[in-house]
């Protein structure tokens, strides 16, 4: 993995607690993304980010918030976790909007709610 | 809405054979695909990309885009059976920063 490290790599916690994902890099790239991976749904973006501080809605966003104080780090937050939102949970980074724009992954965080 | 189209599979092919993998797409504008190869519980990783038409080829490996009928494959000659996975195409259309991902076909390679 491109020095993308996501923590923690496992959990279950309780329907209605908050639950947050990190996810760090060591690539000093400037955009990061948030996904979500179900069977038969692909991965679906959650949040993303192009800059400390700048982020923005991706397509399935509701119930989730992020944050990016340093270029380095991107947190996803469940406010209120549902049964709903038991996934595996990627993050990726991109190094530019210049083209091509491919993206690497980091090693995933299996999230189970009860 | 934009949307990313692959079978799913399972594709199944024999040892040594050729694995045709392919995408349809509708956002006339895209720009860039993608090709990411997922191992089970594991997380995608970027095989290769295209954004001309024509081929692309990168080993084993060999991309091929028609803008105009809105399709990108992949080819995967000698399939070997490390090559069984889940195979996910993308697409970059004129939304900012997003990629638009397809479900995946899953792959097994016989031997």
């Known amino acids: 993995d491109a020095g993308i490290t996501q923590s923690p790599r496992h959990k279950v916690t309780e329907t209605g607690t908050p639950v947050t994902l990190r996810c760090h890099q060591t690539e000093n790239h400037r955009y990061m993304y948030w996904y979500r991976q179900d069977p038969g749904h692909g991965l679906r973006l959650i949040h993303y980010s192009y800059g400390v501080k700048d982020t923005d809605k991706g397509e399935v966003s509701d119930g989730y918030s992020v944050s990016r104080s340093k270029t380095e780090d991107f947190l996803l937050t469940l406010e209120s976790a549902t049964s709903s939102q038991t996934s595996v949970y990627f993050c990726a980074i991109s190094e530019s909007s210049g083209g091509p724009y491919e993206q690497y992954f980091g090693p995933g965080t299996r999230l189970t709610v009860t | 809405q934009k949307e990313v189209e692959q079978n799913s599979g399972p594709l199944s092919v024999p040892e040594g054979a050729i694995a045709s993998l392919n995408c349809t797409y509708s956002d006339r504008g895209s720009q860039s695909f993608f090709w990411y190869r997922q191992y089970s519980g594991k997380s995608p990783e970027l095989i290769m990309f295209i954004y001309s038409n024509g081929d692309k080829e990168d080993g084993r490996f060999t991309a091929q885009l028609n803008k105009a009928s809105q399709y990108v494959s992949l080819l995967i000659r000698d399939s070997q059976p490390s090559d069984s996975a889940t195979y996910l195409c993308?697409?970059?259309?004129?939304?900012?920063?997003?990629?638009?991902w397809g479900a995946g076909t899953k792959l097994i390679i016989k031997p």
């Open positions: 993308a697409v970059w259309g004129d939304s900012n920063y997003q990629l638009i």
